[in-house]
């Protein structure tokens, strides 16, 4: 009995041990507002918005320990609408946002798999936009963020260590078309430096639009994109520039290709430029503790023959109610020039007009 009692504390003080070891936390945010859209061919509108500074999410996220400076990680990260209560995606995909696994070493780096963000949306919203996405003056209006530029389902990520302020990223995506490897494949890397106030990164992704049918490959070219992202902290103000280069099919896409056109049956998408430049330069400035300025011009310079130039400006205020609660509100607006079709949208919506004005709250737990 004595035996039995010993050996049943023995095991329950390993089981503690081993449960010591791994960290599972929950992690959201609640983010919803009114937004008034215009400019639109079909008339402008008023919504209650979900999501305008922060897609509105609920995460799990886990390691453990597994000795020797490894560890063992996972997230899972779904995306919802507060207006609605619905999914944030079309295809009812659970786990839209993120979902990877993986090991990360000390003085090895990160190995993950599954769906996640590449390294040029990483450099748009991390290191380069001063509205990091959000709000009216989002860079994903004119900066090319969407679609699997911004993520991808089946891909493999490699980050190295920090080594005297320089890491660098490696992602490939598999395009899983059966007699074509190549087909819908994306891949992509960034190299970054942080030392003080200076935070750059310079980040590359080449995307596959060859389509399988029938096992007969149909070739439609390869769209890349490059970016040189910068911010610099003067402490009374931070100061961001983007520069960004697009070419081939895919390299850019409208948000959404139809808001001044006539409806028509089959409704007929602008037509996305396949040689473009994008420019941003933006701040923010601190207000007392707790507010802060935002502001940002972007310039779309397409190098085709129809000239579809667009420009942005935008401005924002942001006040930290808490810690974890802050309210916004923003404006933006976009000049389109022969037949752009650029919308002022924000971190969750699209947008439908050449200009917007967002209030609302956000908060995290």
């Keep these: 009995m004595k035996k039995t009692l010993i050996s049943v504390a023995v095991l329950g003080a390993m089981s503690s041990a081993a449960f010591a070891q791994s960290n599972v936390t929950i ?11 215009r400019g639109a061919y079909n008339g402008n509108t008023t919504t209650v918005t979900s999501g305008a500074m922060n897609a509105t999410r609920v995460g799990f996220r ?14 899972l990260e779904a995306g919802a609408r507060v207006d609605t209560g619905a999914l944030d995606n ?30 040029w949306y990483n450099a748009l919203v991390q290191v380069g936009d001063p509205f990091a996405a959000g709000l009216a003056g989002s860079a994903k209006n004119l900066f090319p963020a969407n679609g699997i530029n911004v993520r991808n389902s089946n891909s493999v990520v490699y980050q190295t260590p920090v080594f005297n302020g320089f890491s660098a990223e490696v992602f490939y995506g598999a395009g899983e078309q059966v007699g074509d490897s190549d087909a819908q494949r994306q891949v992509g890397g960034a190299v970054s430096y942080s030392n003080g106030p200076l935070n750059a990164r310079l980040a590359y992704n080449n995307r596959n639009n060859d389509t399988v049918a029938g096992g007969i490959t149909t070739e439609r070219g390869i769209g890349r994109n490059s970016l040189l992202a910068v911010n610099y902290d003067f402490k009374v103000a931070k100061a961001f520039f983007m520069y960004g280069q697009n070419k081939g099919l895919q390299s850019t896409a409208y948000a959404n290709g139809t808001a001044f056109l006539p409806t028509t049956t089959p409704q007929i998408s602008a037509r996305a430029s396949q040689d473009s ?51 916004y509100v923003s404006y933006g607006r976009i000049n389109n020039k022969n037949g752009a079709s650029f919308t002022v949208g924000n971190n969750s919506d699209t947008g439908t007009g050449d200009s917007a004005f967002n209030v609302g709250v956000r908060h995290s737990f």
């Design 277 to 327: 430049r994008d420019y941003l330069v933006g701040a923010t400035v601190p207000v007392n503790v707790t507010g802060k300025v935002i502001v940002s011009y972007i310039r779309a310079d397409d190098r085709e023959v129809f000239n579809q130039d667009a420009s942005q400006w935008a401005v924002a205020y942001t006040h930290e109610l808490s810690k974890r609660t802050t309210g």
């Design 62 to 75: 886990g390691t453990e320990d597994l000795g020797g400076g490894l560890s063992a990680i996972f997230t």
């Design 90 to 119: 079309t295809n009812n995909t659970l786990f839209n946002r993120q979902a990877f696994v993986g090991l990360r070493s000390a003085t090895a780096g990160t190995l993950t798999l599954g769906r996640q963000y590449t390294p």
């Design 27 to 37: 992690y959201g945010i609640v983010d919803a507002g009114i937004s008034n859209e």
